[in-house]
């Protein structure tokens, strides 16, 4: 996927409403994870991602900052993010709990 023309999200859009449920893309444009939710708003905001499993099950619940993600929305309007974490990498982070 090229995401060299997709719209970076603001500051104000990167909300839990935004940002719920969209693909997490790492290295080589593999989908490395989920956006679970979100604990609080703007890019000091948490991002909590699950990571492996399969339909939601057996997935790892791993938190980062959004500003060190590259949040953005495609040619049809559907929000994704980019890391250069690969998902072994997010796999090896702490578990995040609520």
């Not at 500003?67 to 994704?80: A, N, Y």
């Amino acid at each position: 996927m090229d995401h060299s023309k997709h719209v970076r999200l603001s500051d104000i859009e990167l909300t839990e409403h935004n940002l719920k449920g969209a693909t997490v893309y790492g290295a080589n444009n593999e989908k490395v994870g989920t956006v679970a939710h979100l604990h609080g708003v703007g890019r000091s905001a948490r991002v909590v991602i699950d990571v492996g499993g399969f339909l939601g099950f057996g997935a790892k619940s791993v938190a980062v900052s959004a500003s060190e993600l590259d949040i953005m929305r495609d040619e049809s309007g559907t929000v994704h993010a980019v890391t250069t974490w690969t998902k072994d990498q997010l796999k090896d982070m702490p578990e995040h709990t609520d």
